[in-house]
DNA sequence: GGAATGACAGATATTGAAATCTGTCATCTG
DNA sequence: CAGATGACAGATTTCAATATCTGTCATTCC
């Protein structure tokens, strides 16, 4: 029996994940999950309150992974124009290859998401804080000319909505599509700068 | 019998928007329509090759009322500046208020909306363009400082879809959206003016 | 004794048969 | 004869019976 190891709460995720990544989001039970681990629903029920909450912690993992892949951009000491430049470019990226390698799969993810709207909140605050810093250090070298980075921060990341919101993936493969985020981020950085 | 005066394309939509406003985008039939007429359901496909071509029909009404709204700003003689301004709070006012007066009734339009792809496009192709005649008017008298109007003008607006797009409705309602609307109108002009 | 189990009640999902709807067209009606 | 009708076939939806799932908890097992 796979039961060898210990039951903890990472090995339930990442089983809940295959069994998402094979069901998809309507038909992947928490009986499935126990099932691939060998153990007895009530076991799963253990480290995890709800199915919801099950739910809920498979969406946070994988919007973390987007956080971190960007949390580079951050720390990094250069121009903060580049770096907005590249922050936003690399969360395009990371979305349309995501949604472009495995449609279905993204998909599913995009279901969790859309469940989960206390974890997708945080997230989003996570990454406004991220750009926020990046937009406060232009405004400190006096690149930036905004009164205040929180509320530009913000608002950058709402205009460039439809290159990241999962509701918009399927422009995201449009021709015409890298361009119009070209435009996009440039206008914006026009606004920064004053 | 209602079927005293003659039946034009007109009257059939009439009915089917009522039939849609009692029963929803789902429950709504042609066959509802056609009784609703007094007629046999046959008749209405003497008018509408299909239903979907109806619930076309019926959706190109409903934006064709917001594009005359804010065609207005287009022919006025007054500042560019503030005629984007207005032009994009009464697009953010306008759908606003039809989300907020009868969410129903705006939810089964989205539907629709949804459902008319081409009409869809067609109708942001109509907006972008009143847009454009706009910023090309700012930049004619050097306010604005963009290359491209056409450019631009689909910039703004795909930058403003987060207070336009139906998909986001639940957000209008939400306190500070109106904050957010403004300081992203303020960003965006800023750009345009470079 | 702390972790795992599986029987259970109520909620949710699946299924297949019956009902309704879409779109066509031969026929009817003024 | 132009416009309307309603019967029809195939597609879609509805509905109720059946099966499965969620979440709990008394009991079992190391």
Redesign the interface.
Known sequence: MAASETLTAERILEATEEVLRRHGPAKATVVDVARALGVSHGTVYRHFRTKAALREAVSKRWLDRTSQTLSRFVTEDRDPEARVRDWLAALFAAKREKAGGDPELFATYSVLAEEAGEVVSEHIDELTGQLTEIVRAGVDSGVFT?TDPA??A???F?????FHDP?YAREWRKPGAEE?FG??VE??????R?
Do not use: H, P, S, Y
Request: glycine share 14%; hydrophobic share 55%.
């Open positions: 905004v509320i530009a913000r608002t950058v709402q205009a460039t909505g439809r509701a119009e435009a996009m206008l914006l950085l026009r606004g920064l004053g």
